[in-house]
Antibody, heavy 122, light 110 residues
Framework: QVQLQESGPGLVKPSETLSLTCTVSGGSVSSGGHYWSWIRQPPGKGLEWLGYMYDSGSTKYNPSLKSRVTISADTSKNQFSLKLSSVTVVDTAVYYC???????????????WGQGTTVTVS | SYVLTQPPSVSVAPGQTATITCGGKNIGYKGVHWYQQKPRQAPVLVVYDDSDRPSGIPERISASNSGNTAALSITRVEAGDEADYYCQVWDTTSDHPYVVFGGGTKLTVL
């Protein structure tokens, strides 16, 4: 059973880069047919997709954040990471990593989520 | 970009049926996924591909999708169903699609 666990600093200063890691257990971040996503949720608000990684390095980002987001994988550690640059207070949120399966032209729901990690920009 | 519209809140008495809608242009042509999020917890997938339930999700939860509206129904509502519910689709305008979430609906059990 695949499990995901986010980790990283809980406090980041404005204008700096937020860096988080998602550790995959019970499965492999290198396995084909999966999108490994980062999603965030500001306090009291809804879910916002930031981007995903697939095929051990290819990426897709939310156009509204594309210039500030980088997602990458460390296959040796079975992890994938998020970097969000030039943060401001509006980037304060709970950050989740999640997995979704995909086949050619068929995309499933996100069936595995991490517990989330709170990041405060201040 | 594709937009999903959900009502901010739905209220229902225990034992009744709750219906949460998710509107989008021709959403009936897309696969819709639904998530339940209880306070201070991560979202949980409760419906995928319009109407399929992952293992462990009770049959009281069902969903449909047609035209411009998808809907999640919960019959015989219990206090434990109180949560935020989000719909999600894949915006397949390119080979690898964007993820789109609805704004979420807070289900209150009266």
């Amino acid at each position: 059973q695949v499990q995901l666990q986010e980790s990283g600093p809980g406090l980041v200063k404005p204008s700096e880069t937020l860096s988080l890691t998602c550790t995959v257990s019970g499965g492999s971040v290198s396995s084909g047919g999966h999108y490994w996503s980062w999603i965030r949720q500001p306090p009291g608000k809804g879910l916002e997709w930031l981007g995903y990684m697939y095929d051990s390095g290819s990426t897709k980002y939310n156009p509204s954040l594309k210039s500030r987001v980088t997602i990458s994988a460390d296959t040796s550690k079975n992890q994938f990471s998020l970097k969000l640059s030039s943060v401001t207070v509006v980037d304060t949120a709970v950050y989740y990593c999640a997995r979704a399966k995909w086949l050619t032209y068929h995309y499933y729901g996100m069936d595995v989520w991490g517990q989330g990690t709170t990041v405060t920009v201040s | 970009s594709y937009v999903l519209t959900q009502p901010p809140s739905v209220s229902v008495a225990p034992g009744q049926t709750a219906t949460i809608t998710c509107g989008g242009k021709n959403i009936g042509y897309k696969g819709v996924h639904w998530y339940q999020q209880k306070p201070r917890q991560a979202p949980v997938l409760v419906v995928y591909d319009d109407s399929d339930r992952p293992s462990g999700i009770p049959e009281r939860i069902s969903a449909s999708n047609s035209g411009n509206t998808a809907a999640l129904s919960i019959t015989r509502v219990e206090a434990g169903d109180e949560a935020d519910y989000y719909c999600q689709v894949w915006d397949t305008t390119s080979d690898h699609p964007y993820v789109v979430f609805g704004g979420g609906t807070k289900l209150t059990v009266l």
